[in-house]
């Protein structure tokens, strides 16, 4: 079973991301409309050190730039005893 963590926007941080993908569950919050998001990096044929930050975008400009890496899809959280259908 997968769990989903509902956070404010103070709390959602590169470190808290990290470690609950680890734990094979996600995050789920808000951003501010500035601030600044990376993709994954692209494998590097050449050798050498991995890099650690991909493409970057605002996340005001996220949909016009990229409209192909954001889908929308229904999921099922479990919140205060009730189930809820939201859009993610």
Not at 35 to 47: D, L, N, R, S
Not at 63 to 87: A, C, D, I, N, S
Request: aromatic share 6%; net charge positive.
């Amino acid at each position: 079973m997968r769990h989903c963590w509902l956070v404010d926007r103070g709390i959602v941080c590169r470190a808290l991301i990290r470690a609950l993908q680890e734990l094979k569950q996600s995050v789920l919050g808000r951003l501010r409309c500035n601030a600044i998001v990376y993709f994954p990096p692209a494998e590097t044929k050449t050798g050498g050190r991995r890099r650690i930050y991909g493409e970057k975008c605002r996340v005001s400009e996220l949909l016009q730039q990229f409209p192909e890496r954001l889908r929308r899809h229904e999921m099922k959280l479990r919140v205060w005893g009730e189930q809820r259908t939201v859009e993610v």
